[in-house]
């Protein structure tokens, strides 16, 4: 077999394994865990549940690499505004807290996946350890962005400010996703931004990039 046909081979089996997690993750956003079974992950993907066996060894580990997939993501739409940010390290801050009370992260369909999965975590170390690593993985970067600002390293003092910012966006990323309709257009980050400034002692506000107030996306997970 040739390298080109070794490596289409392979790309192949990548997008039916993550045609199957996309399937796991659009069952799961419609009627919770309960309702992405086997068979109906396989129907929905045009697969026999054999193949699925093929890529994973249980139901179980397709449910835990849906949830990595569904985390890595928002990690990822989060982290694509720094590409453009400006290199003032409040400036990345402040985009980097922004673009995650915004969509796509800012997305209720996203919510009600993370609420389907969350319950796992505390019963499945398996899932705990998926939880950990998108987590610790968000909260790094949280922690990296802070360590630039100007101000003495300390990086005990960073991770404790980059607890507390991460505590900050969650909370109001739930309420944003839950209760759009509660929110001013650019309320939320706003607030976070305050809040984050107050933490780390930096006035972001200054630094908050404008948003258009578009409606939240039904967008794919």
């Not at 929905?44 to 193949?51: E, H, K, N, Q």
Request: glycine share 8%; aromatic share 6%; charged share 25%.
């Amino acid at each position: 077999m040739t390298g080109e046909r070794r490596k289409f081979r392979r790309e192949g089996e990548e997008r039916r394994r993550d045609a199957l997690i996309s399937a796991a993750l659009d069952l799961i956003s419609e009627g919770g865990p309960g309702s992405a079974t086997v068979r109906a992950i396989a129907d929905r993907a045009g697969v026999t549940p054999g193949l699925i066996r093929h890529y994973f060894q249980s139901k179980e580990e397709l449910t835990r690499e849906a949830y990595r997939a569904l985390m890595q993501r928002m990690n990822n739409d989060n982290a694509t505004v720094l590409d453009q940010a400006p290199a003032d390290p409040r400036a990345r801050l402040a985009d980097y807290v922004a673009a995650a009370l915004r969509p796509p992260v800012l997305d209720p369909r996203r919510m009600g996946l993370w609420a389907g999965f969350i319950h796992q975590v505390r019963r499945d170390a398996d899932m705990a350890a998926v939880h950990a690593e998108t987590y610790l993985g968000y909260r790094d970067t949280l922690q990296g962005l802070i360590a630039a600002l100007p101000a003495p390293n300390d990086p005990t003092r960073h991770r404790a400010m980059a607890i507390a910012c991460n505590g900050v966006i969650d909370g109001l990323w739930l309420e944003g996703c839950a209760l759009p309709s509660a929110f001013a257009p650019g309320e939320l980050e706003q607030i976070a931004l305050q809040a984050v400034g107050a933490i780390t002692g930096h006035d972001l506000l200054p630094y908050l990039s404008p948003t258009d107030g578009a409606p939240l996306p039904e967008s794919a997970p």
